[in-house]
T-cell receptor, first 113, second 119 residues
């Protein structure tokens, strides 16, 4: 079945720096790749997603890139701010069913002022 | 406000004492799901429901039960909790619409989580 690996598990950056979180997936038929942000004491919330017919998507300071050949996708956060500190989860869809997602193990991002 | 509401948010219980974690959504979503979050393991699906009276097992269903008698509610039942069910639980929902156009997946709306400790 689908397996999603996420790295790094912890990432510390200085405010204003860029942060990159990488995920790899195993099933080449996966076609939907969301990123969720989980702030302390809250549930995960979608911040950006990408479908397999697109190579890159941007939304202000965040962007996601997808390399279908290599089966990996990445989250890029530019000009990081302390409020970006959270746990980030990537996920990949399992083809053939509705809303079947396999989540990565999460990355704890800490942005220091 | 559109939201998924879970209760209780925190619970400490003992082995074998039945408990129910409630989940309710006010967005008229057909799909609801339960996940557990454990360190180093990410989010794993326990059970899901495509609509009223339709439920199915996720990846880690052992020790759990669910029911979907109403569209808005999807309670998670632990008949005989054990310490290995100590975890952070999330309920989530999403509408089922235009699956073909959306590639079979929608944005999930999560509840705030229920932290369960079984002693």
């Amino acid at each position: 079945g689908e397996n999603v690996e996420q790295h790094p598990s912890t990432l510390s950056v200085q405010e204003g720096d860029s942060a990159v979180i990488k995920c790899t997936y195993s099933d080449s038929a996966s076609n939907y790749f969301p990123w969720y942000k989980q702030e302390l004491g809250k549930g995960p919330q979608l911040i950006i997603d990408i479908r397999s017919n697109v190579g890159e998507k941007k939304d202000q300071r965040i962007a996601v890139t997808l390399n279908k050949t290599a089966k990996h996708f990445s989250l890029h956060i530019t000009e990081t701010q302390p409020e970006d500190s959270a746990v980030y989860f990537c996920a990949a869809s399992i083809p053939g069913g509705f809303q079947k997602l396999v989540f990565g193990t999460g990355t704890r991002l800490l942005v220091s002022p | 406000e559109a939201q998924v509401t879970q209760n209780p948010r925190y619970l400490i219980t003992v082995t074998g004492k039945k408990l129910t974690v409630t989940c309710s959504q006010n967005m008229n979503h057909e799909y609801m799901s339960w996940y557990r979050q454990d360190p180093g393991l990410g989010l794993r699906q326990i059970y899901y429901s495509m609509n009223v009276e339709v439920t199915d097992k996720g990846d880690v269903p052992e020790g759990y039960k669910v029911s979907r008698k109403e569209k808005r509610n999807f309670p998670l039942i632990l008949e005989s909790p054990s310490p290995n069910q100590t975890s952070l639980y999330f309920c989530a929902s999403t509408p089922i619409r235009t699956l073909e156009n959306l590639g079979g997946a929608n944005v999930l709306t999560f509840g705030a989580g229920s932290r369960l400790t079984v002693l």
